[in-house]
């Protein structure tokens, strides 16, 4: 089963981060059709992806997590709307504001990596790089279309939203021709 561990935000911040998407694609100089957007349902803060773990695995996970329960919920600020992929941008997000709120999730993903690796999961190599996919740039886009998604990307005005962090969740995600889907086998209270 296709694993990972979702930091779960307010469902009013990801309604807000779904809006500032549709106001991308409303952009009449946007190339809308060039880009994938996440729908409402699926828009989620991956804490760590997991990949492919058999069903025991899954069972060990569940019981790691119960390492951050009672740590501490906290806010974090919607902020900034960027892409990954510089001059050829790939996917459009929106990030967190630089303050305490994303320190405790960065400390929260440690303490995370700390209960994984008890259990056999190393650690991920690399930054942890905490967004929210908006969407994510078609293959076929033409030189024109990713200047033009850039250029958007970049008038794009910061939400200036807060949600609360106060539980984590571990989510299968099943891959199908219309876009994933995902269930919460587990949430645990921060």
């Known amino acids: 089963m296709r694993l990972f561990v979702e930091a779960v935000l307010d469902r009013s911040a990801l309604a807000a981060c779904w809006s500032a998407g549709r106001a991308l694609a409303a952009d009449p100089s946007f190339p809308e059709r060039r880009v994938r957007w996440v729908s409402r349902e699926a828009s989620h803060l991956t804490l760590r992806f997991l990949g492919e773990v058999e069903e025991e695995g899954a069972s060990a996970i569940m019981e790691s997590l119960a390492a951050l329960e009672g740590s501490g919920g906290f806010e974090l600020q919607l902020d900034e709307i960027g892409s990954f992929g510089g001059r050829r941008p790939r996917v459009i997000w929106v990030g967190f504001a630089a303050d ?7 400390m929260l993903r440690s303490d995370l990596d700390s209960a994984l690796d008890a259990v056999g999961i190393e650690p991920e190599l690399g930054a942890f790089r905490p967004h929210l996919t908006l969407g994510r740039v078609r293959r076929q886009a033409s030189h024109d279309d990713l200047t033009a998604i850039r250029q958007a990307v970049d008038r794009a005005e910061p939400l200036r939203v807060r949600s609360a962090v106060k539980q984590v969740a571990l989510v299968h995600s099943t891959l199908l021709t219309d876009g994933p889907r995902y269930r919460r086998l587990a949430r645990i209270d921060l």
């Not at 305490?100 to 960065?106: F, N, S, T, V």
């Open 100 to 106: 305490a709120g994303l320190q405790r999730l960065r």
